[in-house]
Structures are given as C-alpha cells and as structure tokens.
C-alpha cells in the first residue's frame, strides 16, 4: 500500500512544521493535513520540500465544525462563507501540489432542515469538483460517525455511494474512513472489495478508541490486505491518535519505520 501520516493528528510531540520531517525519518514519503492553514503557504512548502514528502491531501476549511457547529459545506445561508473557503484552500493546493482535496459535509442541527442542507452540499460538492478539476485535483467528501460527532449529515456508507450517484461527476469520489465507518457498523470487508472503482482515498484508526493498530478491536491487517488485492491504487493514510509517543505507535508499519 502506498501509505501517508496524517499530520494533524501524528507526531503532535512537535509543532505542525516540524512533522513532514518526523514522518520522513520515520519511514512515511507521503502525508496529510486536515487543516493547513495556521502556517503560511511558504512556510508549509517549505517543510515539505526540505523533509522530501508530498502532501496528498487536505480539506476545505469548515468554518465552526470542529468547535461544534453546523460548518460551512451544508448551511444554506453560508455559500459565500463556502466560497472562500474554497478559494483559500485551493492557493493552498495548487501550492503544495495535493492530489485531493476532502469536503467536510459538516452538521445539519435542525431535523426540518436536512432536505436543504443536503441540496446545499451536493451543490457546493459539485461545483468545487468543477474548480479543482481546472488544477487536476481530485475532490473527495467523507462519512464521520454520528458518535464522535453527531449530527454530521453524511454518516453512512450508503450515504457516500447515493450522493456519488446523484453529483455524478467524473473529479468526485469518497473518502472511505475504516474507524468511522466501523464505529457505525458498516460492512468494510463488502465496500472495499465491492466500491474501489468509487474511492478516492482511506484513512484509518483502530476503534473504538481511534488509537494505532493494536489497540483496539479492528482487524486492520486484513482490512489491508482486502485494499492491496482490490483495484484501489491511492494512498492509505495513518489517521490515528497515538496512545504514546508516535514514534513508538509505528510498529504495524513493519520494515519502513527507520530509526529516530
């Protein structure tokens, strides 16, 4: 598999900028962040290219999600807010050349109103696949579980393939996160087998504690091998909250890991 490190979650030992460098040495060419932006876009191309890693993926921004609120992606009244989010994320991707860019849905807090929010997002969807298409970005949106964050609109595997269907646009595919989707008790042996052709990128974490393999009660070897056998050829990133310093977490990594 071709594997990244998530950066927002991995290596928080050291500030944001210090991490391409610690996932090089620790055997990752490869990484992702959720949310770029608190450093300058010089100051990330920087580390990137002194660390010899590629960024593969980062996320629009998503306003007030990870504090609580609704975000940006959905809401109705909040297009323009959406509008330069995307913008503002875009200088960031051209820049560190991503390959994909991931949609947070975000939440819908008010029952009455998920018919708009979901008309909302699978505009804001499209016509973000149609702006990083120009770039050949790819665009990707994922399903969070409604335990760690509730109320968050797209929560299930079926949610990611109907959504795919009725966008139905060529620079769309899902974000496929083995945790989240496990917490919500899908069948993951059944879509990575059957929906490779439909994915664009995989996360994942041991559940339900969201630690490194081993931790919990995920069996996340074969989960790999289900990925390296099918037709999927993106990459697979560590998304985990490490128990302990990540340094020590990188075990199932077998071979690649290389002394710190």
Known sequence: MKLCANLSLMFTEVPLLERFAKARACG??????????????????????????????????AGDLMTGGEGLASVPELTEEYSQALAQCIEYATALNVKAVNVLAGRCLTAEQESKYWQTFEWNLSRTADALAEHKILTTFEAINTKDMPGFLVHRAEHLWSVMSRVNHPNVKAQ?????????????????????????????????GRGEPG???????QFF??????????YVAAEYKPTQQ???TLNWMGPRVMPS
């Open 246 to 248: 990540t340094e020590k």
């Open 28 to 61: 990752f060419d490869a990484v992702e962040i959720q949310f770029p932006y608190e450093a300058s876009i010089d100051e990330l191309v920087k580390a990137k290219n002194v660390a010899q890693v590629e960024v593969v993926l980062i996320n629009v921004p």
């Open 215 to 221: 931790t919990g009660g995920l069996a996340l070897k």
């Open 176 to 208: 496929y996160d083995l945790y989240h989707m496990a917490m919500m008790g899908e069948n993951l042996w059944h879509d990575l087998s059957t929906r490779s052709d439909q994915i664009g990128h995989i996360q994942f974490a041991d559940m339900p």
């Open 225 to 234: 091998q289900i990925i390296e056998d099918s037709t999927y050829d993106g």
